[in-house]
C-alpha cells in the first residue's frame, strides 16, 4: 500500500480558497489513482473528486462542480484538491485515498488512506 499525508486545511471565511495537498509515499504513485473524500459530523463519508493515474481523467461530485479542481504531480508524488467559493456547507474533514486501476466514486475501492485533514467554513 502507498502511504498518503494531507496537509493545507484550516480555518477560512464563506467565499475563501484553500488548497489540499496529499503527498504519497511508498509505491510507485503513478499506479495509483487518486481520491478525495469528505466526511463531516454525523454524516456518511462521500465523494469529492477522483483523478487517473495521468491526469488526463477527473470527475468532482456535482455539488462542488465548478469550485473545486483535482490535480496531480506525479514528479512530486502529490495530488491537490484546490478549493474555490467554499461554503459552510463544505466543512468536513478531507481525506485522500489511493486505488490501483480505474477511476472510481466508491470509498470502498480505495484500499489506502490518509489521516484527513480538517476545513471549516466559517459564514
Known amino acids: 500500500q502507498v502511504q498518503l499525508v494531507e496537509s493545507g486545511g484550516g480555518l477560512v471565511q464563506a467565499g475563501g480558497s484553500l488548497r489540499l495537498s496529499c503527498a504519497a509515499s511508498g509505491r510507485t504513485f503513478s499506479d495509483y489513482a487518486m481520491g478525495w473524500f469528505r466526511q463531516a459530523p454525523g454524516k456518511v463519508r462521500e465523494f469529492v473528486a477522483v483523478i487517473n493515474w495521468s491526469g488526463s481523467s477527473t470527475s468532482v461530485a456535482d455539488f462542488v462542480k465548478g469550485r473545486f479542481t483535482i490535480s496531480r504531480d506525479n514528479a512530486k508524488n502529490t495530488v491537490y484538491l484546490q478549493m474555490n467559493n467554499l461554503k459552510p456547507e463544505d466543512t468536513a474533514v478531507y481525506y485522500c485515498?489511493?486505488?490501483?486501476?480505474?477511476?472510481?466514486?466508491?470509498?470502498?475501492?480505495?484500499?489506502?488512506w490518509g489521516q484527513g485533514t480538517q476545513v471549516t467554513v466559517s459564514s
Open positions: 485515498a489511493a486505488r490501483m486501476g480505474r477511476l472510481s466514486q466508491l470509498f470502498r475501492d480505495y484500499d489506502s
